[in-house]
């Protein structure tokens, strides 16, 4: 077949494609206008909704760091003397429910955000702060149950702490035991253990703390948790004065 039959054929077939094409889409018009506007919409609202998002995140940040700021704002001792326009709370107590207000403020407005999804967690560590244990249990649980896994440990080793100082043990010891199993960041295997054994042994169930210890001190020999339980094992070691070398 010559060069000149193949550049007809070629012709001839990206003619009969064209047109059919535009039969198609003539036959279809209703169909490819209404396909098109859909796509366009969806474009557009995901557009919107990324600057939607970004502004909301953008002041949840602003506003989660007013709320840091107040938290974290010195106390002034009695007669202590204050330099103009510095803010100070006069207790722990005082300074808590203040930034609680701020953090809950930041939560309920921004809670799809991340600042607003941690400012939950702070709400319930100020609760705590202020003395109102049922709320900052509330709070705590909300964000246990989250999906961000290094909050959400936080938020449980906030919780059993809390369990621990309401006499709730077991609770505790749970939470303690599902931290130890799924290990994060933000509360490592070692860091959950030893507060497990911490309160094994205020309960008097030295032996299970023992245990706890021993197994530290095998698994991370040279790492913080291992050596803190190494302590924990032979006390009178750690703090014995090194003997001097002849």
Known sequence: MDQQTKAALK???????????LEWASENRQTVVVTGAVLLVAILVAVVGAVVYNNRS???SVAFGVAMQAY????AQAGQEVPAGVKTYSSTVERAKAANALFQAVADQYGMTPDGRTARYFVGLTDIEA?????????????AGGWNGNLAALAKFALAQLYRDTGRGPQAIDLYNQLSAKPTTTIPYGIAQLQLASLYESEGKTDDARKIYASLKDKDAKGPAGMLAAEKLNPSSASAPAVPQQ
């Not at 012709?11 to 094409?21: A, L, N």
């Not at 974290?72 to 106390?75: C, D, E, G, I, S």
């Not at 003395?131 to 964000?143: I, M």
């Open 131 to 143: 003395g109102d244990n049922r709320q900052a249990e509330e709070a705590l649980k909300k964000v």
């Open 58 to 60: 953008n002041a949840a």
């Open 11 to 21: 012709k001839d077939t990206f003619v009969s494609t064209t047109t059919h094409g």
């Open 72 to 75: 974290q704002t010195p106390l």
